[in-house]
């Protein structure tokens, strides 16, 4: 399956733990033959969150940058361009639906590029019971899901 994460996914490989997301569960993805996206704009949240981290002295700006560096440089996750047009178009349609622009760039990368996004944003998920979302999922990507990661069959 071609998976696109959410910045929640990548935040264990940049130090910083979230509860419910297990510290090796980007490596499974891979492992079980996945396919593993990254949309630029998830780097730059990333980067965001880390500082946030290292300005309250819960993560060190080496083990941020080295987190960083090593999602950037895995060839075995693809990066995904925001100024990409099909993904642009389908951005700003979304953001009818959806209120923070940087989501709307996730969801479009994922809907345009792969079969599933990966994330635990509440927003994203409730989009499911608007019909007009569901619409555009049928014109573009009818086989297209939204999952959270504790969905995910991660036993290797």
Known sequence: MRLLLDTTSFL???????????RDALIKL??????ISISEITIFELS???????TNRTL??????????????????????IHDTSI???????RRLLNAFIDCLILSSAIIR??????????????WEKREF???IQTINPEFKIQR????????
Request: net charge positive; glycine share 6%; charged share 30%.
């Open 12 to 22: 264990p490989a940049i130090g910083i733990s979230i509860r419910g997301i297990p």
């Open 30 to 35: 891979i492992s079980k033959g996945h396919h």
């Open 48 to 54: 965001a969150k880390g500082a946030k981290h290292i």
């Open 60 to 81: 060190t700006a080496e083990r941020a940058s080295r987190g960083i560096r090593a999602i950037i440089y895995d060839e075995r996750i693809e990066k995904t361009p």
């Open 88 to 94: 642009l178009l389908l951005a700003f349609k979304l």
């Open 114 to 127: 792969n079969d599933i996004l990966i994330t635990e944003n509440d927003a994203i998920h409730e989009l």
């Open 134 to 136: 569901q619409e555009l």
């Open 149 to 156: 990661v504790k969905k995910c069959d991660l036993n290797v």
